[in-house]
């Protein structure tokens, strides 16, 4: 069974400077997919960024930035000059790979709430 | 650009009462999911359906049933609500044939049971 692990249920960070928000996860599939997503307290599910098993360079998005240490099972996301529209919680999630019986279900960590103080 | 909708948005129901959950995506995707989210938990999933004519149970199942009604359209049905099923309940569908496809999600719906 797939597990997804967020230990900070809180982080505060100043605008303007970079946060990272810890990710580990525990598979014992070789091919997998880690996925961020934000959900600001307008309660919508947003996309941030996405890293795959194999690929062998960290996800870039913008601002966003993917720490994947595979060795260590972690996907921590790392946001670059936040912004007060960066407060919200954050989910990060895992898929098994494409093929089987993945069928793109998601397993989700506990989340993050971080808080931009201006 | 709808995407995924689902509705109703916010409900009340009494314990015992019934409702469905419907939900409806318009990007041609093969399979669909249904989250609850809950606090401290993250996103759980309830049931999902792989293709059209076919669904299957997630993580938490008790106490739902879906339907999936066309390619389009899945629907959650709780038969007789529980104040457990008090909840935020998502809908997402997705292309999951491409491993580097995200999920898209609903609005939510807050379902609140007395």
């Known amino acids: 069974a797939q597990k997804i692990t967020q230990t900070q249920p809180g982080m505060f960070v100043q605008e303007k400077e970079a946060v990272t928000l810890d990710c580990t996860y525990d598979?014992?599939?070789?091919?997998?997919?880690l996925f961020w997503y934000k959900q600001p307290s307008s309660g919508e599910m947003i996309f941030l960024i996405y890293?795959?098993?194999?690929?062998?360079q960290n996800a870039t998005e913008g601002r966003y930035s993917l720490n994947f240490q595979k060795a260590r099972k972690s996907a921590n996301l790392v946001i670059s000059a936040s912004q007060l529209g960066d407060s919200a919680m954050y989910f990060c999630?895992?898929?098994?790979?494409?093929?089987?019986?993945?069928?793109?279900?998601?397993?989700f960590g506990q989340g993050t709430i971080l808080t931009v103080h201006p | 650009n709808a995407g995924v909708t689902q509705t109703p948005k916010f409900q009340v129901l009494k314990t015992g009462q019934s409702m469905t959950l419907q939900c409806a995506q318009d990007?041609?995707?093969?399979?669909m999911y249904w989250y609850r989210q809950d606090p401290g938990m993250g996103l759980r999933l309830i049931y999902y359906?792989?293709?059209?004519?076919?669904?299957d149970k997630g993580e938490v199942p008790n106490g739902y049933n879906v339907s999936r009604l066309n390619k389009r359209e899945f629907s959650l049905r709780l038969e007789s609500a529980a104040p457990s099923q008090t909840s935020v309940y998502f809908c997402?569908?997705?292309?999951?044939?491409?491993?580097?496809?995200?999920?898209?999600f609903g609005q939510g719906t807050r379902l609140t049971v007395v």
């Open positions: 990007m041609n995707h093969n399979s």
């Open positions: 997402a569908s997705s292309d999951w044939a491409g491993m580097n496809t995200e999920a898209f």
């Open positions: 359906s792989a293709s059209e004519g076919t669904t």
């Open positions: 890293q795959g098993s194999y690929d062998e």
């Open positions: 598979t014992s599939d070789q091919s997998y997919g």
């Open positions: 999630a895992m898929r098994k790979g494409a093929g089987g019986t993945s069928y793109g279900k998601l397993t």
